[in-house]
């Protein structure tokens, strides 16, 4: 059985920090490229980071220069280090996993939510 639980999530004044986790079982970890995404009330669920499995990363416009995404092969995890958090980050975060050859075997974890007001 495949599960992706996702842990850190909270409340933080803007300006602050979080740090996301996300703790894989039931698949190969290393195959597959990780990403987070958000979304936040009345709006669309958007891509937020992704990391390959050779370690590429990418963000979306609106989180570079400020979050980090890393993974833990060992440890079946992947991170979302949020800094300079800014109201408009609130959302909750999913992790998602895809297949580096069958991007059919694609997981989503339950969620996580961020809440940054002060």
């Known amino acids: 059985q495949v599960q992706l639980v996702e842990s850190g999530g909270g409340l933080v004044q803007p300006g602050g920090s979080l740090r996301l986790s996300c703790a894989a079982s039931?698949?190969?970890?290393?195959?597959?490229?990780m990403s987070w995404y958000r979304q936040a009330p009345g709006k669309q669920r958007e891509l937020v980071a992704t990391?390959?499995?050779?370690?590429?990363?990418n963000y979306a416009d609106s989180v570079k220069g400020r979050f980090t995404i890393s993974r833990d092969n060992a440890k079946n995890t992947v991170y979302l280090q949020m800094n300079s958090l800014k109201p408009e980050d609130t959302a909750v975060y999913f992790c998602n996993a895809v297949h580096m050859l069958l991007s059919s075997r694609a997981y989503w974890g339950q969620g996580t939510q961020v809440t940054v007001s002060s």
């Open positions: 039931g698949i190969a970890f290393s195959a597959y490229a």
């Open positions: 990391i390959t499995t050779i370690g590429t990363t």
